[in-house]
């Protein structure tokens, strides 16, 4: 950083304040990780300075053969990690990709089905304040209202009567493994295409910890930049049927140039999702998720569905109350973050607040166990977050345990780096 911090002191000095944010504190943010040296060093190289757009040995410039080869190196890469036939790994975003997969099979006002924001989608999946949700006519299914779980039953029954031409599957705040061969096999009823989408649980999926998509829906879509443990960006997995109708449907249909510095860091972090590390790695990001949630329920905390069986948990605040007003998502978002845990306010089944407020919490473990830390950490720090949000619970304007927690929340983050060996 000192060529950086010589010329601008200002963006070097909020980028250090960064990283001693991420180090002092203890993130718990589903959809965050962090990347090993050596993807930031792919990320941060030369290969930002070239312009490549079009696809390996057909380009629209010159001086792209050694682009070709980590484009190509980066999607062998994907296909070998999860048995896909075919990879694309241009899309800049997650929703990006999604949004290619609609663009290559969907015309305006097609019908798709998705889950609901509120329990548990995602924006990209046809949510109104999204594009998606306006150039499409979109159906939402949602959980069971009992077992907060998806009910396959009443979401076949639904297809039949929406007749989608899309069918989605696959959310951000859901902590269930999910049967994507039921997804498509009802999808083929109703003649609807498949696409899943795995951003949150690919590093799960590609390890074995979680059903895997591939080769069982019509299409895949991902980021790189959540279990998968690489930079920000996405992917599409797809036959080789599809491959054509894919690829053109992301260049030219929805980008330009592709970002080559972070393709290089894709295709280091798919090598690096084939080690046996990495695979020890998500099964730890499991047991630590159940080992919080277990002492979060054993709190007298609500757990929606009841528990988790992959990277995150959802809590319902609704039982937190003082004179018949609950803690919100956003008062036990700020709270927690006053005492140096980051997590995010998240909407639940059953919502009655706006997003911006909510009744949930979503907290999640991946950074964390990418910090070396196991099931006794987790334990302690679900102490820690019931600790602080029944004292905020109790009177709003506490900052007792906020201020305790703190203290211990440091000295625990000061014995994990940000970067051990073996990331």
Known sequence: MSSLANFDPDVAAIIEKERLRQLNGLELIASENIVSKRVLEAMSSIMTNKYAEGYPGKRYYGGCEFHDMVENLARDRLCSLFGAEHANVQPHSGSQANQAVYFAYLNHKDRIMSQSLTQGGHLSHGSRVSITGRWYS?????????????????????ARIVRPNLIICGASAYPREIDF??????????????????????????????NSPVGVVDVVTTTTHKTLRGPRGGAIMCSKEDAVTIDRSVFPGMQGGPLMHVIAAKAVCFKEAMQPSFTEYCGQIIRNTRAMAEVLADEGLDIVSGGSDNHLILLNLTGLSTDGAHLTGLEAENALGEAGITVNKNTIPREQLSPFVTSGLRIGTPVVTSRGMKEEEMRQIGHWIARVLKDVARDKNSKKAIREVKEEVTALASKYPLYPEEI
């Open 181 to 210: 061969k039921a997804f498509q096999e009802i999808a083929e009823t109703v003649d609807a295409r498949c696409m899943a989408d795995i951003a949150h649980i690919a590093g799960l999926c590609a390890t074995g910890h979680h």
């Open 138 to 158: 979109i159906f939402h299914y949602g959980v069971d209202p009992e077992t907060e779980m998806l009910d396959y039953a009443a979401i076949e029954e639904m």
